[in-house]
């Protein structure tokens, strides 16, 4: 099934005098379960796409379609709405919120959608287990590790059983055996949940894992292959 | 795993109490900042509680000895009296008036009193006066002019042509308790007569246009003297609660209406102490609205600084699914709970204070206990614990508060994810 | 170089020095109107009673002050005359009778102060012969003038006839007829209920004083010069005679200002705490914001002293900053104001029971202009006390930790 598909996604940025080409005419088809790595030089537009994928930002042309829906067109509340239900996100750094423990950090997204108590509990510790940092429940963000950081925002990603999860070089602040340990456990979730990954990254070894690689040039699609 | 939606009001009630949670966490991330911010707040709210106590106790004060002892809290006229009053404008005191007062719910005490213009006289010297004629009785219960006896003693019932003369007005006519003086003076009927009297007590009201004039007698004699044979200029009226002054009033009014007599409350008749009292009050809460806006720029900069640090913050929150007005809502909270401590612990401190000064007034001395004496007011500093103080303090900072707030909040309402995520 | 260090430092943050210097701006600009406005109401008030009627100072038979009967008329006035033109700080002079007594009309009676005067000397003392609202000023022998409320009173206009009655010098009551020429009305309510003029030759025949008078009223050239001459007619006159200022005679009045001078510090230090908090909220954050620089700094050789310094004058620079605008804003409004005044007509009544009038003119004094030039920097300064302490509390080690 189709999670989300693009059609000739172009971004520009102006700032009056120059413009700059970020993104141009990216057209691609993400399917559900895939393990994406966007990969390429900085400048290369990845974060870009990533951004519009996930709805953070709006194309200067183009569309994106989440689950057959024109994510271009929608308001701030539906987009937001939409992140919160469907998207889940991983960011380089300062991912969790300081002053929840985390649990509280990855039982957040569940409290905005309403879900009681008990079953919050539940699929909080469901999750922490999985990606094997149950026993830092009480911990808050500022007294465990950067690798134990981005494992929270991992868990936090998937408690809400997203179509599809986006990061943004993940491992962008970790030494190579924790980014190594930390990517692992994004493909067993990938493998054990179906959830659909697509992360961006120049990290050699993030990018020997990818089952499918797109790489960008200057804003457009150099190559695209399923590697495994 | 299932996934279902609840009921929405568990929905809300939970996410409340987690915002709550985030609300209160993020007040203590910078502890320093938060407390001198609170303490702020409480500085302002203590100030104004107390200030306001001062003002609002004073005032009850003054109208209570002031009002209450010369005008009344109401005070029934002859029509036209207040444009002229002279004798001309006097009115029988009749049983039905008597009935009327009577009948009324919620009067302690009233007082019939004639006023008239004379001319003393010790033989020696001559100086105008002002003829106050009272029921002895009726005043030991109303006013408080028996206990600011000098020399000599008040007026009794039996009374027969005793006056008591204010200490200025004896001084100045040059003798001694127990002579007699000489009153002249244009009667009811317009004649003149004059008439000798005993002078039995000197009294200092401490109000000195008084005291350089006035000549306390028995209504009865102040009445045969003037040929006003049962005739009053004025009925005061003291009442159980100041609140109660304009239901009163009206009923009066319009009761009295056919007798050509109507009901005036103290502030129409004292004017100037109404006005006096008023441009107090405005005065201080003037300043007082100065002070909280003072204040208010701090909770400004205090909450404009929390809310720009963690605009990357922010723009995560958002990009995984927070709505801008749920982040509205947790600085809302912050904003809150920083000001309602402050207010509170302000207003606990000021409620302690006041009450202090209730139980235990301040009695002036030297140059501000002659300015209170001036105006025949007992020099001290009194207080109040009336509510209004603190509901009126608190809503006040708060909604200042807010409004000074609404800068930020707009930011954080108005902020994009990435544009939170790449601030810095 | 601290200066210009601590100058480019405070606008880093241009919004957060912004604000507090908003709120000392406010501040400034209130209290300077505050300050003046209260010293213009309570020197309003004097001026009032001076020049209403008690003018700079009266001279009269000793004792007189205590008792105010007629009998105690001036003995030797031509020697009072001397003593006055010989006096060069003297701007003008007037003779006066004052006694009480009764007044009466048709319609009714009241007591009243009757004031015998020269209508033309009279005219350079007081400002009673400009608050004429109805008629005419004083010019002959039977006229008398009153004021609007007690013709209001008396139920009596231009053109009508009272009675006054007086005791006169030998103890007898004696009356006389006058025609009413003119109504004044003054800023002082309570005076007007009770004061009347008809001219001093009307006087002297009704009291039976011959040519004696009983006060000389006296305005010196300028306020400053008052006790002055007050100590050079004691010295000419000697002991039979009593030479009164106006503090003498109204002591409530300067009362009045003492009590602003002890209370108006309070408001000063209310506002600079308020605004103290400020500054210390944004001289804390500075400072810790500063942390990794300090650390380098200090690790490089500035000194302890000078850190604390630079924090001092940041903060410093703040306050006289928004001192400058604060008044600089407050001008702006008091010089109009002090021109037009501010009108506290719905106060009418009130203000003239204390004599202040219902037109109140701000007034700056030299001690306001301290107070409020010296407050906000001194304040500006206790704030950076605490900051500025932990800014040199801050090791070079730790410091490079944060780097």
Not at chain 1, 1 to 8: A, D, L
Not at chain 2, 140 to 151: L, R
Not at chain 2, 320 to 344: D, H, M, R, S, Y
Not at chain 3, 90 to 111: F, L
Request: charged fraction near 25%; hydrophobic fraction near 45%; proline fraction near 3%.
């Amino acid at each position: 099934m189709t999670i989300i598909k693009t059609e000739n996604l172009t971004k520009i940025y102006s700032d009056g005098k120059v413009e700059v080409v970020a993104l141009k005419d990216v057209s691609l088809e993400i399917l559900s379960g895939e393990f994406i790595v966007i990969a390429g030089p900085s400048g290369s537009g990845k974060t870009t796409l990533l951004n519009l994928i996930g709805g953070l930002d709006k194309p200067t042309k183009g569309k994106v379609y989440l689950e057959g829906k024109d994510i271009t067109v929608m308001k701030r509340e539906e987009l937001s709405d939409l992140r919160l239900r469907k998207i889940g996100f991983i960011f380089q750094a300062y991912n969790l919120i300081p002053v929840l423990t985390v649990f509280e950090n990855v039982e957040l997204p569940l409290v905005l959608l309403g879900i009681p108590e008990k079953e919050r509990f539940e699929r909080v510790m469901e999750v922490l287990k999985a990606l094997g940092i149950a026993e830092l429940v009480n911990k808050k963000p500022n007294e465990i590790s950067g690798g134990q950081q981005q494992r929270v925002a991992i868990a936090r990603a998937i408690v809400t059983e997203p179509a599809i999860v986006l990061a943004d070089e993940p491992t962008a602040h970790l030494d190579s055996k924790t980014g190594g340990m930390l990517i692992d456990i994004m493909q067993e979730m990938n493998q054990t949940r179906r959830i659909t990954f697509v992360i961006c990254s120049h990290d050699p070894q993030v990018i020997q894992r990818a089952r499918r690689l797109i790489k960008l040039r200057d804003g457009m699609v150099e190559s695209d292959e399923k590697l495994w | 795993m299932k996934k279902f939606s609840p009921s929405k009001n568990l929905r809300k009630e939970d996410e409340i109490m987690f915002f709550l949670k985030i609300a209160w966490r993020n007040i203590w991330r910078n502890k320093r900042r938060t407390i001198i911010t609170i303490t702020a707040i409480a500085f302002a709210t203590t100030i104004t509680v107390i200030m306001r106590g001062i003002q609002l106790g004073t005032y009850d004060y003054l109208i209570r000895t002031i009002a209450g002892n010369y005008s009344g809290y109401i005070q029934i006229q002859s029509k036209g009296y207040s444009e002229d009053p002279s004798l001309r404008k006097t009115f029988i005191y009749s049983d039905e008036i008597k009935k009327i007062i009577k009948s009324t719910p919620d009067i302690i005490a009233y007082a019939p009193r004639l006023y008239a213009d004379v001319m003393i006289s010790s033989g020696e010297n001559s100086y105008g006066g002002i003829i106050y004629g009272i029921d002895p009785e009726i005043e030991f219960n109303f006013s408080n002019f028996h206990k600011k006896i000098k020399h000599g003693r008040f007026l009794r019932k039996d009374s027969s042509y005793e006056v008591l003369l204010g200490d200025k007005l004896f001084e100045n006519l040059k003798i001694k308790l127990g002579d007699e003086i000489i009153i002249l003076s244009q009667g009811f009927d317009g004649a003149l007569w004059d008439m000798k009297f005993k002078v039995v007590g000197v009294i200092k009201l401490g109000y000195t246009e008084l005291d350089n004039a006035v000549i306390f007698m028995n209504l009865k004699d102040a009445q045969e003297f003037l040929s006003a044979e049962n005739r009053v200029s004025v009925i005061a009226i003291l009442i159980s609660e100041l609140e109660k002054i304009e239901k009163i009033k009206r009923k009066l009014s319009e009761e009295l209406n056919s007798k050509s007599l109507v009901a005036l409350s103290w502030e129409d008749v004292m004017v100037e102490l109404k006005q006096s009292i008023e441009f107090d009050n405005a005065s201080g809460v003037l300043f007082l609205a100065f002070l909280i806006i003072i204040v208010a720029f701090g909770i400004l900069n205090t909450i404009s600084m929390s809310v720009v640090e963690r605009f990357n913050e922010f723009g995560i929150s958002l990009a995984i699914g927070f709505k801008n007005q749920k982040l509205v809502l947790i600085v809302l909270l912050e904003i809150l709970f920083i000001v309602l401590i402050g207010i509170l612990l302000g207003s606990l401190l000021g409620g302690i204070f006041n009450y202090y000064l209730i139980k235990n007034p301040i009695v002036l001395t030297g140059d501000f206990a002659s300015v209170y004496e001036e105006f025949g007011i007992e020099p001290k500093f009194v207080s109040s614990l009336k509510p209004r103080i603190f509901i009126n303090t608190g809503l006040s900072i708060l909604i200042v508060s807010l409004i000074s707030s609404v800068i930020p909040l707009y930011r954080v309402y108005k902020l994009e994810p990435l544009k939170g995520i790449r601030f810095t | 170089m601290i200066l210009k260090l601590a100058w480019r430092n405070i606008w880093r943050n241009k919004r957060r020095t912004l604000i507090v210097m908003l709120s000392i701006i406010v501040s400034v600009s209130v209290l300077l109107l505050v300050d003046t406005l209260s010293v213009g109401m309570v020197k309003q008030m004097l001026d009032n009673q001076i020049n209403i009627h008690i003018s700079h100072i009266q001279v009269h038979k000793k004792g007189f002050k205590d008792d105010k009967t007629v009998k105690n008329y001036i003995p030797d006035d031509l020697k009072v005359e001397k003593a006055i033109t010989e006096t060069k700080e003297i701007k003008s002079y007037s003779k006066r009778i004052i006694t009480y007594g009764m007044i009466n009309s048709a319609y009714n009676s009241s007591s009243a102060i009757i004031v015998g005067v020269q209508p033309d000397k009279e005219k350079s003392i007081t400002i009673i012969s400009n608050s004429i609202s109805k008629g005419r000023y004083l010019e002959n022998e039977n006229e008398i003038l009153l004021s609007k409320k007690l013709a209001q009173k008396l139920n009596v206009e231009i053109g009508d006839k009272v009675v006054l009655m007086v005791s006169d010098v030998d103890g007898n009551i004696s009356s006389e007829l006058f025609r009413v020429v003119g109504l004044y009305e003054s800023p002082y309510s309570e005076f007007d209920k009770l004061h009347v003029y008809i001219v001093i030759q009307d006087a002297q025949k009704i009291l039976k004083l011959d040519d004696k008078v009983i006060e000389f009223a006296i305005i010196v050239k300028d306020s400053k010069y008052v006790n002055h001459v007050k100590e050079r007619l004691v010295q000419k006159l000697g002991d039979l005679y009593e030479v009164l200022t106006y503090a003498d005679v109204a002591p409530f009045i300067s009362i009045m200002l003492d009590i602003y001078y002890q209370m108006i510090w309070i408001y000063y230090l209310i506002f600079g705490v308020a605004v103290c908090f400020g500054v210390i909220n944004i001289m804390l954050m500075s400072v810790f914001e500063r942390v990794r620089e300090f650390g380098v700094l200090k690790a490089i050789g500035m000194k302890n002293k000078d850190i604390f310094l630079l924090i001092m004058t940041e903060s410093f620079i703040i306050g006289v900053l928004g001192t400058i605008i604060g008044l600089a804003l407050g001008f702006a409004l008091y010089i109009p104001l002090s021109k037009s005044g501010i009108d506290l007509g719905i106060f009418a009544e009130s203000l003239a029971w204390y004599g202040v009038g219902r037109v109140i003119y701000p007034v700056l004094t030299n001690f306001t202009l301290a107070l409020v030039a010296f407050t906000m920097p001194f304040m500006s300064l206790i704030g950076a006390i605490y900051p500025a302490v932990k800014s040199i509390k801050i090791e070079p080690v730790e410091a490079i930790k944060y780097i």
